[in-house]
């Protein structure tokens, strides 16, 4: 069910933060879930979420379940949401009153471009669909993939 809009960038801002946090949890789950496989030790922990993601393509890839390949697709659209969200989250947004708000990225190089609310929203519906994306073959394809190849 899509977010509620207000026309808030700051509360816009504040739902893709946790959003985005809760598919990075997501993205542990699958590696806790895989360590019958391969551990997930501590210090892989610690590693960014798109190093996270490369680990659980490599050991997903090796499963033979019905949605394996959707999966593997919902990772990589996983690590382009989080990418999107770095942007916005990493960057400074700049409210304006007479003209529309404004990103300015925290990297060299990079234009500053208009930021809208409803492109925030949308990021953080997006990341929402997406962490119940990887969650919904965790729920029985996974295991069941898991037990045959044991």
């Known amino acids: 069910m899509p ?8 509360r816009g801002l504040g739902f893709v933060a946790l959003y985005a946090a809760y598919l ?5 789950n699958l590696l806790f879930m895989l360590q019958s496989i ?30 394996r390949d959707a999966l593997l697709a ?3 659209a996983s690590k382009q949401l989080l990418d999107w969200r770095n942007e916005v989250i990493h960057g400074r947004i700049y409210a304006n009153f ?11 190089n990079i234009p500053d471009r208009i930021v809208k609310p409803d492109e925030l ?18 729920i029985f394809q996974i295991p069941c993939s898991m037990q045959v190849n044991q």
């Open 3 to 10: 977010l509620q809009r207000d026309n808030d960038v700051v």
């Open 24 to 28: 990075e949890e997501q993205i542990d």
């Open 38 to 67: 391969e551990q997930f030790p501590e210090s892989e922990q610690r590693w960014q979420t798109s190093r996270k993601i490369e680990k659980a393509k490599r050991l997903v890839h090796g499963l033979v379940f019905e949605c």
């Open 74 to 76: 919902d990772l990589d």
């Open 98 to 108: 007479d003209r529309p708000d404004t990103l300015k990225s925290g990297r060299p």
């Open 121 to 138: 929203y949308d990021l953080a519906d997006n990341l929402a669909e997406a962490r119940l994306a990887l969650y919904r073959p965790m």
